[in-house]
């Protein structure tokens, strides 16, 4: 791994010293919790402090260019993301190092959602990445049940966060057509060599990700993605999916995905000893849908909706169902100038086969003002709660506040 992030490193500075048009930028965030109360507890002042760091260097030129960024804080542990680029012809462009989520098809849905304000600080007391302003909350509960919104169901995620990868994109041999691969995250765990894969047994097929991209003029765009392995765990089995993202309205646009993984088997011995058994999967199919509606030049209005889909599992011929999950997230914004006004909510619900509906909930409305082109300050209130749960029946809120300073 050592020897991916050098060669990342080394090509970023070559790309550097390349191209000459370069440009550096920096940023910092201070947040914290003014108050808040989790699950009917009294009220409590102050908490989950937090603070970022963020320093990149960009570099372009006519034929390529290189980015590096390095990203942390003085509580946690330091990442970066370094890569170069390079396109000497109309047809083909090459990307080698690491980056975050090339070619993902969640227009709408994911970080385009809330953008920036998601770098706000984590709010106290939640095992789920529960943020002050807007969300990437695990919907339903403070477990790992229900929707992440972080990625969408349905969307093709990209080729994931800091994994060191090889992009090929091939265009403009058909007009509107593109081809992108990927070769991506080999030699990392979780990716090559995990749950028995070894870097030997099909690297090559665990790591490829390939999508057709299609460009209809004044429509739209068509997506179809997938995510290859050899099937023989949960993380190297085929992965497909195919969107849509539609630009002919005036003012609208609207986002449309379908997910689904491969089945496959998994072995496992019983905790009381004895042979193996076999437990077969059925992945859910997954369904997205976004949209962003500009009604004016101040006032717009998004949303979001993700559902998981007729998913089980079979162990001693004994089918169990996984439950149906489906998340609603809403959100308003209004611009005068300076200041922005942002009311979020959303709600889930998590069906199981049999038993009680658990349902989720969170209403978000915050503030950003930036009075200055480097300077930007949020504060704003949360309050969220679950429905259907004996653990933490009751409301939680929680009042943050965060500052960010940007440098160009």
Same mark, same amino acid.
């Given at each position: ?31 914290? &919790? ?164 070894? /870097? ?36 190297? &089995? ?8 539609? /630009? ?29 058994? /076999? ?130």
């Amino acid at each position: 791994m050592k020897k991916l992030i050098a060669i990342s490193v080394m090509l970023a500075l070559v790309a550097g010293a390349a191209f000459a048009q370069a440009s550096v930028t920096a940023q910092a965030e201070f947040g914290t &919790t003014v108050a808040n109360s989790l699950y009917g507890d009294d009220a409590a002042i102050g908490g989950s402090a937090m603070e970022n760091f963020m320093l990149g260097v960009t570099a372009e030129g006519d034929i390529g260019g290189g980015y590096m960024r390095f990203r942390g804080s003085a509580s946690d542990a330091w990442g970066s993301m370094l890569f170069a680029w390079f396109q000497t012809n109309d047809y083909v462009r090459f990307k080698v190092g690491t980056g975050d989520g090339d070619f993902g098809a969640a227009r709408n849905t994911g970080w385009g959602f809330n953008q920036v304000a998601k770098l706000g600080g984590k709010l106290p007391g939640a095992a789920f990445d529960n943020r002050g302003f807007g969300d990437d909350l695990v919907f339903g509960s403070d477990t790992t049940q229900g929707i992440n919104f972080d990625t969408v169901p349905g969307f093709y995620p990209g080729t994931g966060w800091n994994k060191f990868r090889i992009n090929a994109s091939f265009m403009n041999f058909v007009e509107g057509l593109t081809i992108n691969t990927s070769l991506t995250g080999i030699g990392q765990d979780g990716v090559g060599d995990k749950d028995g894969v070894t /870097t030997t047994d099909n690297v090559f097929l665990n790591n490829l990700h390939l999508q057709v991209v299609y460009a209809i003029a004044d429509v739209g765009e068509v997506r179809l993605s997938s995510m290859l392995g050899n099937g023989k765990t949960a993380d190297s &089995t085929p992965k497909v999916f195919a969107s849509f993202f539609l /630009t002919m309205v005036d003012d609208l646009t609207l986002d449309i995905g379908v997910g689904y993984k491969l089945g496959f088997e998994q072995a496992f011995t019983p905790a009381g000893g004895g042979d193996s058994v /076999t437990n077969k999967v059925t992945p859910p199919i997954e369904i997205g849908l976004g949209a962003t509606y500009q009604v004016n030049s101040e006032f717009s209005l998004k949303t979001r909706v993700g559902a998981s889909l007729i998913g089980s599992s079979e162990t001693f011929g004994v089918e169990v169902k996984d439950p149906t999950n489906i998340a609603v997230d809403i959100l308003a914004t209004y611009s005068l100038g300076s200041v922005t006004g942002f009311l979020q909510g959303g709600v889930s619900m998590i069906i199981p086969d049999e038993g009680d509906t658990t349902i989720g909930w969170f209403v978000n409305p915050y503030l950003q003002f930036s009075p200055d082109a480097g300077v930007t300050f949020w504060t704003g209130l949360k309050l969220w709660g679950t429905t259907g749960l004996e653990e933490n029946p009751d409301v939680s809120w929680a009042i943050p506040v965060t500052i960010q300073l940007f440098v160009n």
